[in-house]
């Protein structure tokens, strides 16, 4: 049974948002959307599509970033930081999809997050987005967010994902996500949200002190 405050933060979400599935992650495969979403560790979605742009072109398939020299991929991806890691598991990640899955990216959480470079966020980005398998995505804006609307207590991702999934009805899993990532970059930023002008802020307790 969901609660009747999240419910009504849900509907005031899709009134504001509406229920369209958006990807800020530019791509046009699985493998794309996998290679973006470990990029995007620590950097900005609009910086990891700059440096996919060129990317992409470089290394058109699983099988050409399989094969790329570590030093080159690090030089390639270097504006999105941690390159060095993220170079190494993505070559590891392409290899392992080569060699175990034919060189199709996984669709089950446990085969994806068994790929180098994969935690349970990554995997669930493929596997909403692609699989459109439910799915809740935990980054920095919805756990932010969902604590300070007192839908979690819990810091950790994971616990924080496990919450959620008994919180929110499944058709909203992929939705939840998008809809607060977008309030996190427009309205409710850390460490300065815009309390006065948020749709929800009589429903959160912040925001009914603002």
């Known amino acids: 049974m969901v609660k009747k405050k999240t419910l009504a933060i849900l509907n005031r979400l899709d009134e504001q ?36 742009k060129d990317l992409f072109q470089k290394y058109p398939s699983v099988e050409a970033f399989a094969g790329a020299d570590l030093k080159a991929l690090e030089k390639d991806i270097h504006a999105t930081g941690f390159y060095h890691n993220k170079a190494k598991n993505i070559i590891g990640c392409c290899q392992q999809i080569m060699e175990k899955h034919n060189g199709e990216v ?18 669930n980005v493929i596997r909403g987005n692609i699989y459109h398998e439910p799915s ?12 300070k609307l007192g839908i979690t207590k819990e ?27 977008t309030l996190g970059r427009t309205i409710c930023k850390a460490p300065t949200p815009k ?7 009589d429903l959160c307790p912040t925001g009914k002190k603002s």
């Not at 996984?106 to 995997?123: D, I, N, S």
């Not at 809740?136 to 604590?147: G, M």
């Open 106 to 123: 996984p669709r089950t959480l446990e085969e994806l997050t068994a790929l180098p470079g994969v935690g349970r966020k990554t995997a």
């Open 155 to 181: 810091d950790d991702p994971v616990k924080v994902e496990f919450e959620l999934m008994k919180e929110l009805p499944k058709d909203h899993w992929i939705l939840y996500n998008i809809h607060i990532i």
């Open 17 to 52: 948002y509406g229920k369209e599935y958006v990807c800020y992650l530019n791509h046009d495969s699985a493998w794309q959307l996998l290679i973006a979403t470990i990029l995007s560790a620590q950097c900005t979605d609009a910086r990891v599509n700059i440096v996919t």
């Open 195 to 201: 309390c006065p002008e948020c749709f929800l802020k």
């Open 136 to 147: 809740i995505v935990v980054d920095t804006h919805v756990k932010r967010i969902s604590k």
